[in-house]
């Protein structure tokens, strides 16, 4: 008990003394997560756009696929990515692996499908009377998708805080790509393991203390956002 | 205004809603549809104002002969309101403001065509209220003052006053008479209430089984 007491308190003088590395960890890790989630983004919103908006020969399925990705295990999509961009993988000659780019690719496989579900069911769940009014106001096709789209936009921005979530405390894909190099790849969640290992509960307590206040941001954000996109008692 | 309907067949499956439907609006005026229900009113009203295709026939629009009217800048000189309106997820105001701000119209000019559309239908003190929060009856006017904001040549009117009550089928009423006094646009409406047919139209045309039956001039 007296170790738990001890280490909240180091770790906080490690938070209000500005220590260098405790920084340093925390920088990289909003750099990877924000990076995969504007990645994820730019792929996961015009594809899940497009599953709301289109009917097409497959629709169904991908749609299944997608939901079905969504509870993807960060260890397997660590698997996966390691191999591809191992030595003898398909990317290996771009020299990714233990990099943070390769962190990166792996949040950004995890962020996609979450996404992508999220912006679709916000999307579908558009009122069809929606569409029909643009339509009747002149608006041309690709302006009755913006006014869908922009109809949908507590949604798509709630999809977007879930995934920041799901990538900020991921640890087990970017353990695997990353190798947990310190200054290099090494980030909260990975240092939190590493340092729970050694014994080392100070930084590790302090970077979870952290990790705590950023899901408290993450979600207060997110509430935000959906209170905003409530429609006001008359 | 000239809007020549001919031959206009539409089915949904197996089940014909339109057959061989001809009319034509020739001269401005408020022209009222009525039929029963079912009979085809709002297939007819929803092909005549391009928001659906009908499987054959043909519609010319003003001087245009074209047989397939698409484009858009004809489209943005008709519009229909709905029986039920699609409410945007923001204010009164904004609603109106949608299709003049997707025609591009600078800010000063939306405000102020705004302001007059909303003060002639009765919504000036809740522009800045929620859409979604107003009545049925309110929501109606609403979508009639999206419309009337555009300042359509022609403006279709499906079930107008259909699910609302009657102090707010009293204003909408009293807002198509004012339109007809100001005759800028020519309006084209359905209803299955004869007597309010008879309190707002020029012309009443009778549909049944799909097909335009008679015409009744007043």
């Known amino acids: 008990m007296n170790s738990i007491l001890s280490g909240f308190t180091r770790a906080f003088e490690l938070i209000f003394h500005l220590n260098a590395e405790l920084f340093g960890i925390i920088l990289l890790s909003l750099k990877v997560s924000g990076s995969a989630l504007v990645i994820a983004t730019v792929l996961g919103l015009p594809f899940g756009a497009l599953l709301g ?21 960060p260890v397997v999509v660590g ?32 962020a996609i499908p979450i996404i992508t579900a999220l912006c679709h069911s916000a999307i579908v ?76 509960f100070e930084l590790a307590l302090a970077l979870g203390v952290i990790l705590l206040l950023l899901s408290f941001v993450v979600n207060a954000v997110l509430h935000a956002v959906q209170r905003k996109g409530m429609v006001p008692s008359p | 205004m000239r809007l020549h309907v001919s031959h206009i ?52 629009y003003f001087d245009d002969s074209s047989a397939l009217v698409k484009d858009i800048t004809l489209k943005r000189r008709i519009t229909l309101v709905l029986p039920r309106t699609g409410v945007f ?14 025609r591009g119209l600078d800010r000063p000019v939306i405000k102020k065509k705004i302001d007059a559309a909303l003060d002639f239908v009765g919504l000036a003190p809740k522009a800045g209220q929620h859409g979604r929060t107003l009545s049925s009856g309110e929501t109606q006017r609403l979508g009639i003052a999206r419309a009337l904001v555009l ?5 279709f009117l499906d079930e107008p006053t259909a699910s609302i009550d009657e102090e707010n089928t009293c204003i909408i009423e009293s807002i198509i008479g004012s339109l007809k006094k100001e005759g800028r646009s020519t309006i084209i409406m359905t209803t299955h209430d004869r007597d309010q047919a008879k309190r707002v139209g020029d012309v009443l045309l009778v549909m049944k089984n799909g097909r335009m039956e008679g015409l009744d001039l007043q």
């Open chain 2, 151 to 155: 300042e359509p040549e022609v403006l």
């Open chain 2, 89 to 102: 997820n923001t204010t009164v105001f904004q609603n109106v403001a949608y299709g003049l701000r997707i």
């Open chain 2, 9 to 60: 067949t539409k089915s949904y499956g197996n089940k014909a809603i339109l057959s061989d439907c001809s009319c034509v609006f020739g001269k401005p005026g408020t022209y009222v549809l009525m039929g029963p229900n079912g009979c085809g009113k709002s297939t007819f009203l929803r092909i005549c104002a391009l928001l659906e295709q009908q499987d054959s026939g043909e519609i010319a």
């Open chain 1, 53 to 73: 908006l289109k009917r097409f020969p497959g629709r169904d399925l991908a749609i299944s696929i997608v939901n079905t990705l969504m509870g993807l295990p």
């Open chain 1, 125 to 200: 769940n558009v009122d069809p009377l929606i569409r029909q009014a643009s339509r009747t106001l002149g608006a041309t096709p690709g302006q009755e998708t913006l006014a869908i789209i922009h109809e949908a936009r507590y949604g798509i921005i709630s999809a977007i805080v879930a995934a920041f979530g799901r990538v900020m405390a991921e640890v087990g894909a970017i353990l695997i790509v990353g190798g947990n190099i310190a200054g290099y790849t090494r980030v909260m969640t990975t240092t939190i393991a590493l340092e729970t290992d050694k014994g080392n």
């Open chain 1, 79 to 110: 698997l996966f990515v390691y191999l591809i961009l191992s030595r003898k993988g398909a990317l290996g000659f771009l020299g990714l692996l233990y990099s943070p780019s390769a962190m990166v690719i792996a949040q950004s496989v995890l």
